[in-house]
């Protein structure tokens, strides 16, 4: 292996699993841990060393990533799993999970007491951009950390963006949920509206391609639509937790966000049709015309 610390990344889902092999690529030493352990196992052929646990793997290593489902899940690993417990004293705790405002505070005071140095960063992105190191890794933390985590972090991201003290990046993870959950609904809707007009929705992809109002995430959501292609690239049980975290955010805030509740309640009439473990495009049937 290449130069540089060793690296526990702890949750090899759907995220985890090529950020450890973008990881592996930049010559990195990984460990990995995942509680479906076979999930891990995956990994082992590019060089990744499996461990039996969360302490296992974080004991002496440099950094730590994770990337679990929420925070009652980071919670648990870092804690009841004895990670945050075995981790070296000048290890640096790399956050990656969208776990919400609440949480997200939470995980940095038990880093905290424990001492450990620890960078809040969730990624923008899906499991594709992961594949290809191309996430957008909205990183807050103490800025003596960027020399040892800017390395790492360009391994798996496209941009690194640094924006303020730890708490920062979960912050804005959800202000990005807002426009992520939006445009996506929207594009849904239109084409459920569309469908019952007695339109071809594709016409309404082609009008909006090319002008100021288009963008890529829009044409690929409605092309999934379009094609009934609902193969998960992120999960729509999971968007609707994000939805939850977002409105959480508000209500801590001061702030309606009318848009992001509306969107909630269209995910979980979708979840309630049985399409939780389809992409996120799948709000599109909470709306879509009866046929």
């Known amino acids: 292996m290449g130069g540089g610390p060793t690296v526990a990344v702890l949750g090899t889902g759907a995220m985890g699993a090529p950020m450890a092999r973008r990881l592996l690529g930049a010559g990195l030493a990984v460990r ?16 990744a060393v499996v461990c039996d646990g969360p302490g296992d793997a974080v004991a002496g290593a440099g950094a730590v990533l994770t990337m679990l489902t929420d925070g009652p899940a980071v919670e648990s690993v870092m804690v009841d799993g004895g990670a945050l417990a075995a981790m070296d004293a000048d290890a640096v705790w790399i956050q990656t999970s969208t776990v919400g405002m609440a949480d997200g505070d939470r995980l940095i005071a038990l880093a905290a007491d424990r001492g450990i140095a620890i960078v809040d960063a969730p990624v923008v992105g899906t499991v594709a951009p992961a594949e290809r190191g191309e996430l ?12 040892r985590v800017d390395p790492l972090l360009q391994a798996i991201g496209r941009t690194i963006l640094w924006l303020g003290p730890a708490g920062a990046g979960s912050r804005m993870k959800m202000v990005t949920n807002v426009w992520i959950l939006a445009v996506t609904e929207a594009a849904a809707e239109a084409i459920a509206l569309a469908q019952a007009l007695g339109l071809d929705p594709g016409d309404f992809l082609g009008a909006m391609a090319g002008s100021q109002i288009d963008s890529p995430y829009l044409q690929m959501k409605g092309r999934a639509i379009l094609e009934q292609d609902f193969s998960p690239s ?13 409105l959480d ?43």
């Open 32 to 47: 990995v841990w995942n509680r479906t352990r076979e999930r891990a196992e995956a990994l082992a052929a590019d060089g």
């Open 136 to 147: 957008i890794v909205l990183t807050s933390g103490a800025q003596d950390l960027r020399v």
């Open 234 to 246: 992120f999960r729509l049980r999971l968007a609707a937790k994000d939805a939850g975290l977002v």
């Open 249 to 291: 955010a508000g209500r801590l805030s001061g702030v309606e966000l009318a848009v992001a509740r509306a969107v909630r309640d269209r995910l979980a009439r979708a979840m309630e049709l049985g399409h939780g473990d389809e992409d996120l495009a799948a709000t599109y049937f909470a709306t879509a015309p009866a046929t």
